[in-house]
């Protein structure tokens, strides 16, 4: 023990204290992957995992003053730390990286990951007809069902779906828990939130991004998920960018009464790091009374993702799972196997649903499928006037469930309406296909487009060539049409219903307007929607029954689902849609 204690003083300030913080530097950024794939790792960066046994024998400290020596010896350089896992990040050359693997304390050294936010903006980047849902998330096969749940002033339909208002009159909120939420970040300031925020701390390298009523939450994702966890009743007055038909209060979240914290572990591009998320876990769980904090029980919600699996994150959720904590994540957006760290253990695995109870068409399946939440055309907070409201007329007519293409300019512009194809091609027709289709008489005026064979890109990209001064794409089928585009465009873009474009066809010549503006509230589609509600859910039913462990919570929740599709546990719904008055109250 003489010479660990010697190492020990000459290493303690290249470590720490404790079972494992984020050392004084950042985490490594993961927005430059190794090799340009989503599920790939942050160049140059790696997580080393210890043989656990080699250093039992050892104090926390002291293991910590070996590891860190094992990379400084080794040429790394040591970026954080969680001796409780026995598991450490490092910047390794090559050198370093093969001196490291050759250590016999070491059992394994991994890529440190990227992982990414699982949500989008409601649109369809499919151009086709044949796709009634495309795996972007195009709504209109919603329109050809009954949907048992919709929305009703400030109760959103995921809102519906979980009886939030049953649950608010019976003053279940999920009081006297803490919900951490893993994300972009959030808009501090944004009505819904009421500056309640309980805590919040930057885990990423992004500069001056660590106050909540500062910029923070570039790519509007954190915000999103936020409220609709936390959205409180009666507060969106102030928020004046409000989408069409929605309350003037705005929306309301789940669980309201919950202690809201807010762990930025992914960066302005929506995306962050093995190492980083680790961190801010860790920084979630600390807030347990247990480990020193201020909060009885802690729901940590991660709406984010990545395809490889990490031995490191495995041992960092079950570590904060044996403190107590209940993990709830994302199964991911691919429609293919769940992603990390859904899929490990001790991690609850959230899918996502429409409005109809079927399965959205991009949530991801399998056995680690744990619960169901709301997932498709989930409207929620976004920074103030960060998101867009779309509006569009023609022949006198206002029309209805305009939406906004994700990159379209911001603007109003009124004019003749003109027809963009020439009426030939396909049965679809009007779709203005062809990288260098032209037409000069849209020139100052307004595009009228059908969907059709080729992507909203070159749609669009063909109507402003053509000097359009706005553009409005038409549905091939029932129901309203989300855009998403690659480019970034000066003129206001819309999609408006097949009924809608037909009709005006039939007026023109005639004039128009099409006319985009900013707004506080988006709907989004994805896992990482679905997630939140089930977190918000679990935080509900654990302030109501506060004896449980998290074992006996989670085997609550799964138990009292409202079971979908196949009869039992299935790869797609996992044990079913939540359902927390049933939970807590056997109804």
């Known amino acids: 023990m003489k010479h660990t204690r010697s190492l020990l003083a000459a290493t303690l300030a290249l470590t720490l204290a404790s079972c494992g913080q984020q050392l004084s530097g950042p985490a490594p950024t993961a927005a430059a992957p190794a090799n340009g794939t989503e599920s790939e790792a942050v160049a140059g960066a790696y997580l080393v995992g210890f043989k656990q046994s080699a250093l039992s024998a050892q104090s926390l400290t002291e293991q910590a003053a070996m590891q860190a020596q094992a990379i400084t010896a080794a040429g790394g350089a040591l970026t954080s730390q969680w001796t409780d896992i026995s598991a450490a990040a490092a910047r390794l050359s090559p050198e370093a990286l093969s001196k490291l693997q050759n250590n016999p304390l070491v059992e394994y050294v991994e890529p440190d990951l990227v992982r990414r936010a699982q949500g989008f903006k409601s649109g369809s980047t499919d151009a086709g007809a044949s796709k009634a849902a495309p795996s972007s998330g195009n709504l209109s096969s919603l329109a050809l069902t009954t949907p048992p749940y919709t929305a009703s002033g400030e109760t959103t339909w995921g809102d519906n779906a979980l009886k939030v208002e049953q649950l608010r009159a019976s003053n279940y909120t999920g009081a006297g828990v803490a919900v951490c939420i893993g994300d972009t970040g959030i808009d501090g300031n944004h009505p819904e939130f009421q500056k309640k925020i309980k805590g919040f701390k930057n885990f990423t390298a992004d500069l001056n991004r660590n106050d909540p009523y500062q910029l923070n939450d570039v790519s509007h994702h ?5 409220g609709t966890v936390f959205a409180q009743y009666g507060a969106g007055t102030g928020a004046s960018g409000l989408q069409s ?33 680790i961190n801010g876990v860790n920084w979630c769980a600390a807030q347990l009374k247990s480990q020193g904090g201020t909060e009885s029980k802690v729901v940590i919600s991660l709406s984010l993702g990545g395809g490889r699996a990490s031995k490191t994150e495995q041992r960092a959720y079950t570590s904060v799972y044996n403190k107590g904590v209940l993990t709830v994540a994302a199964t991911g957006n691919d429609g293919a196997a769940v992603s990390y760290p859904a899929a490990y253990t001790n991690v609850v695995g959230i899918g996502a649903i429409d409005s109809a109870e079927a399965k959205a068409d991009f949530s991801n399946f399998g056995t680690q499928v744990d619960l169901v939440g709301p997932g498709v055309d989930v409207i929620s907070s976004v920074p103030l006037g960060q998101g867009t409201r779309a509006s569009a007329s023609g022949g006198g007519v206002s029309f209805t469930q305009v939406q906004a293409a994700d990159k379209t300019g911001k603007g109003s512009f009124s004019g003749s309406v003109v027809r963009a194809g020439d009426g030939t091609g396909t049965a679809g027709a009007n779709e203005f296909c062809g990288t ?40 091939n089928a029932a129901g309203p049409l989300g855009i998403s585009l690659t480019n970034a465009y000066s003129v206001p873009v819309v999609g408006i219903l097949q009924a809608d474009g037909q009709a005006l066809l039939g007026k023109l010549p005639t004039t128009g307007t099409v006319a985009v503006t900013g707004a506080d509230y988006e709907s989004y589609n994805g896992t990482s929607m679905a997630t939140p509600h ?17 074992t006996q919570l989670l085997n609550l929740l799964t138990s009292t689902a409202k079971d979908l599709g196949t009869a039992g546990k299935d790869n797609n719904f996992g044990y079913g849609l939540v359902n927390p008055l049933k939970a807590i109250t056997g109804q």
């Open 534 to 550: 089930v977190s918000a859910a679990a935080a509900v039913v654990w302030a109501a029954k506060p004896t449980l462990t998290n």
């Open 245 to 277: 038909g929605m309350d003037a209060n705005g929306v309301g979240g789940v669980a309201t009464g919950v202690n809201l914290y807010i762990a930025r572990v992914l960066g302005d591009d929506g995306s962050g790091s093995s190492s980083g998320i």
């Open 436 to 475: 260098s289709t032209r037409n000069a008489a849209l020139s100052g005026n307004i595009a009228l487009i059908a969907r059709g064979t080729c992507s909203f890109e070159e749609k669009t990209a063909n109507a402003v060539a053509s000097g359009a001064k706005g553009v409005m794409i038409y549905n």
């Open 222 to 226: 954190g915000t999103h998920v936020a």
